[in-house]
């Protein structure tokens, strides 16, 4: 169910939580975090702000989707099934809740409007299951007991994937990107109350841009070097080793340490390629596109069938100075 969010959400992999206290500040926030490669945000419901707050968080819906169309908001923090048909009608997309309210869940299938409510036990997953749900908020995250308990979560629910939200900071994130069955996490650290009060907003362009690569793992796998013999290959894994980074030779090149593969003939790249590695490839192409890459199909590798699992490598069709560049999945 509502399998076209879904997807939308798990190539996101970064929902940003706001917060916003003054809804004129709304278009300038959305216009800050679209700049900062941000493409999902959900905004929270005040509780203790009584009728007023949830004005402000209407408004601040209906400004950010004038502003920022291409970006898709979402209200969080619903409880119950009447705000989230007033969040709907200022434009919320999705909706996300902090438990299982039944009222709120069957309002939202009613209105083929996508769900998003908070699980932290089994009992409530199975409950969402019941009602053909599959992607969960998993709240409070690291109260919840963390990335040790969504791979508990694993061999029970294999079909259940889950949005971490909850504690999640830029310390933190990558443990939880590392889980198989966490499509996304949300975080209020991308742009946090006090930088939106103050109206900072390269501060929070810039917290997107490094909340984005934290969350996407990006890493230097290593550097692919092109030799013109293997001879002259083998003479350049010798001179590495006298640095300390040993060769162990293959059929087509020679890998010294970790950080150098020297190829045997020319390869792919003027001078050679660039490796890094990335939790998601899928996810990290969608940030990527926004930079003008895109991914040479050909070289591409799948875990499996391509329509039944994941890329584990692919280049892209930009380089920089002579070294083409490649993704690799991180296990």
Known sequence: MFEAMNEKIEKSGLLAVLKI?????????????????????????????????????????RAMVRACPDMIVGASTVINAGLAERAVQAGAAFIVAPGFNPETVDWCIDHTVPVY???????????????????LKFFPAEASGGTKVLDAFEGPFPQVRFIATGGITEENVSDYMRCRNVAAVGGSWVAPAAL??????????????????????????????NFDSPQDCAEGAALLDVFGFEGQETPASWFSGDSFELMKKNGRGVHGHIGFFVWNIERALEYLSLSGFSPVMETAVWSGEPEKSSLTFVYLDKGIAGFDIHLKKAL
């Open 21 to 61: 206290e003054d809804p004129s500040r709304a278009a300038e926030l959305a216009d800050a975090l679209r700049k900062g490669g941000i493409r999902m945000a959900e905004v929270a419901f005040r509780s203790t702000d009584g009728e007023q707050g949830i004005v402000n968080v209407l408004e601040s819906i």
């Open 196 to 225: 939106i009060a103050e109206k900072k907003w390269d501060e929070i362009t810039r917290k997107s841009k490094a909340a984005l690569v934290k969350m996407l793992g990006f890493r230097f796998a290593h550097v692919g070097i």
């Open 117 to 135: 409510p908070g699980v932290s036990n089994a009992g409530q997953i199975e409950a969402a299951l019941s009602r053909g749900l599959t992607v």
